[in-house]
């Protein structure tokens, strides 16, 4: 019993003393917690709105995704980088100017164009909800441009609360709609409704704390960080149109409903594991730069980060790989098992890319932009050429499960960048996690041949209990060595 006090109480220590480990877990946390209530909300959801309300809602969230990370020319990712504040208030006020010119643009282009994205995306009915695509632009660039400002400062509490005041309007919002029996409207009004609570909650909290500097030249620091706008806004902007353009092909190519079993899969896992995995990439990110500008050794400092990533997703997405379609029919209904097959094709991916995604913040910090927009065309290219052959095949499942094969090879190949840019390799690392390893591929080869022999709920027991135990073990040991190297 005292060692287990004596170890919570260095656990609190350490949380408290602004560790790396303990502010991606501050962050995180918030994070995690944000997104426990929308998954456990969402079995309501599945059961008050259907697939095709689903599918609108993935359209419009694809479409506000694709056209926000272009929003603010993504100087928001400069707001850390400045030794000044003054420079970093200028780069703050630069980046809201252009969000709301942005979204005044926006505006512009739905009153005159809005019919025919109805028709080209054969989703009847998108053109009445589309008035609401500028209020959700304004609110989750302003908070993205909000969020840097409270990383530079290392704010991660305050963060931590606003993305649980995003998750809770959101959810608490989608469910009055469909008792109230809204339809997709319920859906997207609590989506964009959700921004706004972040954005508020984190305006207030900044605003409450220190008084910001005055700024210095805005047409100084947009001509100093000319780079994020000229090669990094259009880097992302090509990286999240191969992540979101998805659902829309869906409806396209095959049906409103398949866009709605895909965005679910991506609601239910992949958005949780984009948003920690970007909480790990907030605090990672300035750590990089800080190594970089010092001139320390990165490279067993990426290798521990991605070893504390892999504890966590390997046995996580691994659960999913062989029980996705019993699983999301226990949770989510009947109506719902195709959801939990495209979860089960997905998982190999998302494994990686949680990974690979947080660590690809340090080839900013690198400031290799003009490679990583390279990269990011050639993942792009690979992701809508996927889906395209699924759509010429005629097949939804084919369409995801050559989606999932390109973000395999896609997360790879940036991992492998990454960890070369620190001085390591993808070779080297695994190298270090050899036992963990080796065990996984056992467990794996052992899970696919009971599969074959037990009942399906003997098996999904089977499998639970296995990754769990495993989940400890590695997370454990992984976990302890991450603070001893930053």
């Not at 980060?305 to 029980?323: C, D, E, Y």
């Not at 660590?359 to 395209?388: C, N, P």
């Given at each position: 019993?005292?060692?287990?006090r004596?170890?919570?109480?260095?656990?609190?220590q350490r949380?408290?003393s602004?560790?790396?480990?303990?502010?991606v877990?501050?962050?995180?946390?918030?994070?995690?917690l944000?997104?426990l209530v929308?998954?456990l909300?969402?079995?309501?959801?599945t059961?008050?709105?259907?697939?095709d309300?689903?599918?609108?809602?993935a359209?419009?969230?694809?479409?506000m995704?694709?056209?926000?990370?272009?929003s603010a020319?993504?100087?928001?990712?400069a707001?850390?980088?400045?030794?000044?504040d003054?420079?970093?208030v200028?780069?703050?006020k630069?980046?809201?100017?252009?969000?709301?010119?942005f979204?005044?643009?926006?505006?512009?282009?739905?009153?005159?164009m809005?019919?025919a994205i109805?028709l080209?995306t054969h989703?009847?009915?998108?053109t009445?909800f589309?008035?609401?695509?500028?209020?959700?632009l304004?609110g989750m660039?302003s908070?993205q441009?909000?969020n840097y400002w409270?990383?530079?400062k290392?704010?991660?509490?305050?963060?931590?609360?606003?993305r649980?005041?995003?998750a809770l309007g959101?959810?608490?919002?989608q469910?009055?709609?469909?008792?109230?029996a809204?339809?997709p409207?319920g859906?997207?009004?609590g989506?964009?409704?959700?921004k706004?609570?972040g954005?508020?909650?984190l305006?207030?909290?900044?605003?409450?704390?220190?008084k910001?500097?005055?700024?210095?030249s805005m047409?100084?620091v947009?001509?100093?960080?000319k780079?994020?706008?000229?090669?990094t806004a259009?880097s992302a902007l090509i990286n999240v149109i191969g992540?979101q353009i998805?659902p829309v092909?869906f409806a396209r190519?095959?049906?409103?409903?398949d866009?709605g079993?895909?965005s679910?899969t991506?609601?239910?896992?992949?958005?949780?594991?984009?948003?920690?995995?970007?909480?790990?990439?907030?605090v990672?990110y300035p750590?990089?730069?800080?190594?970089?500008n010092?001139?320390?050794d990165?490279g067993?400092f990426v290798?521990r980060?991605?070893?504390?990533?892999l504890?966590?997703?390997l046995?996580?997405?691994?659960?999913v790989?062989f029980?996705?379609?019993v699983?999301?029919?226990?949770v989510?209904?009947?109506s719902?098992?195709t959801?939990?097959?495209?979860?089960s094709?997905?998982?190999?991916w998302?494994?990686?890319?949680?990974v690979s995604s947080?660590?690809?913040?340090?080839a900013l910090?690198?400031?290799?932009?003009?490679?990583?927009s390279l990269l990011?065309?050639?993942?792009?290219?690979l992701?809508?050429?996927?889906?395209?052959l699924g759509?010429w095949l005629?097949?939804?499942?084919?369409?995801v499960?050559l989606?999932?094969a390109?973000?395999v090879?896609?997360?790879?190949?940036y991992?492998?960048?990454?960890l070369?840019?620190?001085?390591?390799?993808?070779?080297?690392?695994?190298?270090t996690?050899?036992v963990?390893v080796?065990?996984?591929?056992?467990?794996?080869?052992?899970?696919?041949?009971?599969?074959v022999?037990?009942?399906?709920?003997?098996f999904?027991a089977l499998?639970?209990?296995?990754?769990?135990?495993f989940a400890f073990?590695?997370v454990r040991?992984?976990?302890?060595?991450?603070?001893?190297h930053?």
């Amino acid at each position: 019993m005292t060692t287990i006090r004596t170890r919570f109480q260095m656990l609190i220590q350490r949380l408290r003393s602004g560790s790396f480990l303990g502010n991606v877990l501050i962050l995180a946390g918030g994070t995690g917690l944000g997104q426990l209530v929308i998954i456990l909300v969402s079995p309501i959801l599945t059961r008050i709105y259907s697939p095709d309300d689903f599918g609108i809602l993935a359209i419009f969230a694809s479409m506000m995704s694709i056209l926000a990370v272009i929003s603010a020319l993504r100087y928001e990712f400069a707001i850390p980088l400045p030794e000044k504040d003054e420079d970093a208030v200028a780069l703050l006020k630069l980046t809201l100017a252009i969000i709301g010119l942005f979204s005044l643009f926006i505006t512009i282009i739905i009153w005159v164009m809005g019919d025919a994205i109805e028709l080209w995306t054969h989703a009847p009915g998108l053109t009445s909800f589309l008035w609401m695509l500028p209020l959700g632009l304004l609110g989750m660039g302003s908070y993205q441009a909000l969020n840097y400002w409270a990383a530079r400062k290392k704010q991660f509490s305050l963060l931590s609360f606003s993305r649980t005041t995003q998750a809770l309007g959101r959810a608490g919002l989608q469910t009055l709609g469909g008792f109230l029996a809204l339809g997709p409207i319920g859906l997207i009004g609590g989506l964009v409704a959700g921004k706004w609570f972040g954005t508020l909650s984190l305006a207030w909290g900044i605003v409450k704390g220190e008084k910001l500097p005055a700024a210095s030249s805005m047409r100084y620091v947009a001509r100093r960080y000319k780079n994020f706008p000229l090669f990094t806004a259009w880097s992302a902007l090509i990286n999240v149109i191969g992540i979101q353009i998805p659902p829309v092909l869906f409806a396209r190519y095959f049906s409103v409903g398949d866009a709605g079993f895909f965005s679910l899969t991506m609601r239910v896992l992949g958005l949780p594991a984009a948003l920690v995995g970007q909480a790990v990439g907030q605090v990672f990110y300035p750590l990089a730069a800080d190594r970089i500008n010092e001139q320390k050794d990165s490279g067993v400092f990426v290798e521990r980060t991605a070893t504390a990533l892999l504890s966590i997703s390997l046995p996580t997405f691994a659960l999913v790989f062989f029980s996705g379609p019993v699983l999301f029919t226990l949770v989510f209904g009947k109506s719902w098992t195709t959801a939990g097959l495209y979860a089960s094709y997905l998982s190999p991916w998302l494994l990686i890319s949680f990974v690979s995604s947080p660590l690809s913040t340090f080839a900013l910090a690198k400031e290799k932009q003009k490679l990583a927009s390279l990269l990011t065309i050639y993942e792009t290219s690979l992701r809508l050429g996927a889906v395209w052959l699924g759509g010429w095949l005629g097949s939804a499942e084919w369409a995801v499960k050559l989606f999932a094969a390109a973000g395999v090879i896609i997360a790879l190949v940036y991992l492998e960048w990454v960890l070369h840019l620190s001085g390591s390799g993808l070779i080297h690392w695994l190298g270090t996690i050899r036992v963990f390893v080796v065990v996984a591929i056992l467990l794996i080869i052992l899970l696919a041949a009971g599969m074959v022999f037990l009942s399906t709920y003997v098996f999904l027991a089977l499998n639970i209990i296995v990754w769990t135990g495993f989940a400890f073990w590695f997370v454990r040991s992984a976990l302890q060595g991450v603070n001893q190297h930053v």
